[in-house]
C-alpha cells in the first residue's frame, strides 16, 4: 500500500519505482502506459495519484552544481530542500525563500506553486531557470526562461513528464534574525495589514480562528530584528505555531541572526514536523482584497476552529507562471492545517470557498479543495494554453490522471 505522507491517500498505482539513474528513469517511464511522478509526498489530494505506476526521483544521483557566473545552481529532483540549502550555505550562496518545510523535495514543491513568505518574495517555482524533463517516449525535453512554453513547464503538475533536474537562481548567503510575537489585535491587523506584512524580510500570521486577535506572528528580518509590532508581545521563549507543539521542532528565534537556511523555514531539517496526523487547505487572494477575504472567513469562524490545528497568513509576490497561485497578481495565501477528520472538514471547507467567491481564490494546486474545474479555468486564464501544451508534449496521456482529464479538457 502507498501513500501519501498525510495517510489521507492511498494511491491505485500497480508499483512504484525508484530509479538510481537517469536511463533507468528514462527507461522507467517509456514503459509504463501510465505514470505520474512522486516527490516527498505532501500533496493532500489525488493529484499525484494514478492507475498506472508511480515514479519517485529520490534514489537518482545527487547533482548540486553550481554556476558561479550565471548566478545558479542546477540541482536532481530529488534533493530535498533542506539539503540544498546546506550545500549553498557552505558555499557561500542563497535562494530568495524557502517554504515553511526544508523536507519537501524541489521538484515536486515548485510543480504544485509552493512558497514561502514575504511581500517582497516570489514563490520557490519563480526562481526555476530551467527545467529538465523526461517526457513520455523517455526523451529529455529542456524547457528555459526564453521559450514561450517555459511559462506552462514550472507549475506544471506532473502533466508534462517527470522533472530530471531544475536550474534554480541564486544569490550570495546572508543571514536571518527570527522574532515571534503573540496576541496581535484584531483592529491593528485590519488597520495595518499591508504595513504588517511589509514590516520585515517575511512574516507569517498565525491564527486558531478563535478570537478576534492574531495567536502569533512570526517575523523574520535581514538586519536588524524587528523589536515591536504594533501592540503585540514578543515571545519570551521559543515557540511552535501550534500551541502547545514542541519549540524544538522549530528554528531559531529571539531575535538570534544566523544562516538563511536555519530561519527561514519555520521547522528544523532533523525533526519531522508532525505525524502526518493532519490535512491541508490554502487560498490565495489577491493582496489589495486579503483584509476583506479575512473578515469574511472570520464570520464563520466558530464553525473552523473547532477543526482546526492552525492557520497561517502569507504575503506572495506576483510572478508569471501560468498556473502559479500568485501569477499574474501579488497575493495573500491563506493557509488552514487541519484536524485528520476529512468528513467534519468538507462541510466547512463548502463554506470557506463560498465565502471566498468574491475573492477570486485560487487553491493551492497539493491541498485539500473543493473549486470545481470549470471554476478553476475562470481563475487560470491560461489553463487553455496549459492544456495545448501537455498535449504536445504528452499527446496519449500518459501522465495524465483522474484528476487531470477533468481539468484539462
Known amino acids: 500500500m502507498i501513500t501519501n505522507w498525510a495517510g489521507n491517500v492511498t494511491y491505485s498505482a500497480r508499483a512504484l519505482h525508484r530509479p538510481s539513474s537517469l536511463a533507468e528513469l528514462r527507461e ?39 554556476d558561479t557566473a550565471a548566478g545558479k545552481v542546477r540541482v536532481s529532483a530529488g534533493v530535498r530542500y533542506g539539503e540544498l540549502s546546506r550545500f549553498l550555505w557552505t558555499n557561500g550562496y542563497a535562494l530568495s525563500n524557502l517554504a515553511s518545510l526544508p523536507h519537501i523535495s524541489v521538484a515536486g514543491a515548485v510543480s504544485t506553486g509552493t512558497h514561502g513568505s514575504g511581500a517582497g518574495n516570489r514563490s520557490l517555482s519563480a526562481e526555476v531557470a530551467a527545467v529538465e524533463l523526461v517526457t513520455a517516449d523517455g526523451s529529455i525535453v529542456e524547457l528555459s526562461e526564453g521559450d514561450d512554453r517555459f511559462p506552462g513547464s514550472v ?20 543571514e536571518v534574525s527570527q522574532t515571534v510575537f503573540e496576541n496581535l489585535p484584531g483592529p491593528a491587523v485590519r488597520a495595518h495589514f499591508t504595513e504588517i506584512m511589509r514590516s520585515a524580510y517575511s512574516v507569517s500570521l498565525f491564527t486558531s480562528w478563535t478570537g478576534d486577535a492574531v495567536d502569533q506572528v512570526w517575523v523574520k528580518s535581514v538586519g536588524e530584528p524587528a523589536l515591536e509590532l504594533f501592540d503585540a508581545v514578543r515571545a519570551d521563549g521559543p515557540r511552535h505555531p ?3 507543539g514542541p519549540a524544538e521542532w522549530c528554528t531559531p528565534q529571539l531575535g538570534v541572526p544566523g544562516p538563511w537556511h536555519e530561519r527561514l523555514p519555520h521547522f528544523r531539517l532533523e525533526f ?14 489577491p493582496a489589495d482584497r486579503a483584509v476583506e477575504a479575512l473578515d469574511a472567513i472570520a464570520e464563520i469562524r466558530e464553525r ?10 502569507r504575503a506572495i509576490a506576483a510572478d508569471e507562471l501560468w498556473l502559479s ?19 467534519a472538514v468538507e462541510p466547512v471547507l463548502t463554506l470557506i470557498e463560498e465565502r471566498l467567491a468574491p475573492y477570486a481564490a485560487r487553491p493551492h494546486w497539493g491541498k485539500v479543495y473543493g473549486t470545481p474545474p470549470e471554476r478553476l479555468a ?19 496521456g500518459k501522465f495524465r490522471n483522474d484528476l487531470l482529464d477533468s481539468l484539462l479538457r
Open 155 to 174: 507549475v506544471a503538475l506532473g502533466a508534462l513528464g517527470v522533472v530530471a533536474a531544475l536550474t534554480l537562481r541564486v544569490r550570495p548567503a546572508y
Open 242 to 244: 501550534i500551541p502547545g
Open 378 to 396: 475562470e481563475l487560470y486564464p491560461r489553463l487553455g494554453e496549459f492544456a495545448a501544451l501537455t498535449r504536445e508534449l504528452d499527446p496519449r
Open 28 to 66: 522507467a517511464v517509456a514503459r509504463a502506459e501510465r505514470v505520474r511522478p512522486l516527490g516527498t509526498g505532501h500533496s493532500f489530494n489525488r493529484l499525484a495519484d494514478t492507475s498506472g505506476e508511480l515514479i519517485s526521483p529520490a534514489a537518482l544521483p545527487v547533482v548540486m552544481e553550481i
Open 304 to 313: 473552523i476552529a473547532p477543526v482546526l490545528h492552525i492557520s497561517e497568513i
Open 272 to 285: 519531522t514536523p508532525s505525524n502526518g496526523d493532519e490535512l491541508q487547505s490554502e487560498y490565495f487572494v
Open 325 to 343: 497561485p500568485a501569477s499574474g497578481r501579488d497575493s495573500v495565501a491563506i493557509h488552514f492545517t487541519w484536524k485528520p477528520d476529512a468528513v
